[in-house]
């Protein structure tokens, strides 16, 4: 059993920064990629970035390239996500998700365990 918590959302001004952290339990974080998503109001989950078990491959999706960073700490068992140049149409609930292999993708089904989210809010 793998059990996801993340902290660090809240509300930001458009422009700031600000960054995530995913906490892991269980023994299989760091055989496995993980990846953020997030759930904008009203609409559908979406993929945010992805890294690979050892944290050598990463891929973003085109809205938050050059601004968000993804990185991971696999002694800590912790995932992070660093937020750079906000925009309001970042606001959402985002989540952490452990895939069941060590590559990573940008599709959800491919992952197993998801935390409860939390919220990011970007006012202008």
């Known amino acids: 059993q793998v059990r996801l918590v993340e902290s660090g959302g809240g509300v930001v001004q458009a422009g700031g920064s600000t960054r995530l952290s995913c906490a892991a339990s269980?023994?299989?974080?760091?055989?496995?990629?993980m990846a953020w998503f997030r759930q904008p109001p009203g609409k559908e989950c979406e993929f945010v970035a992805t890294?690979?078990?050892?944290?050598?491959?990463?891929y973003y999706a085109d809205s938050v390239k050059g601004r968000f960073t993804i990185s991971r700490d696999n002694a800590k068992n912790t995932l992070y996500l660093e937020m750079n140049s906000l925009k309001s149409e970042d606001t959402a609930v985002y989540y952490c998700?452990?895939?069941?292999?060590?590559?990573?993708?940008?599709?959800?089904?491919?992952?197993?365990?998801w935390g409860q989210g939390t919220q990011v809010t970007v006012s202008s």
């Open positions: 269980g023994r299989t974080f760091s055989n496995v990629a």
């Open positions: 998700a452990k895939d069941g292999g060590p590559l990573g993708n940008r599709y959800d089904y491919e992952y197993d365990y």
């Open positions: 890294i690979s078990w050892s944290g050598s491959t990463t």
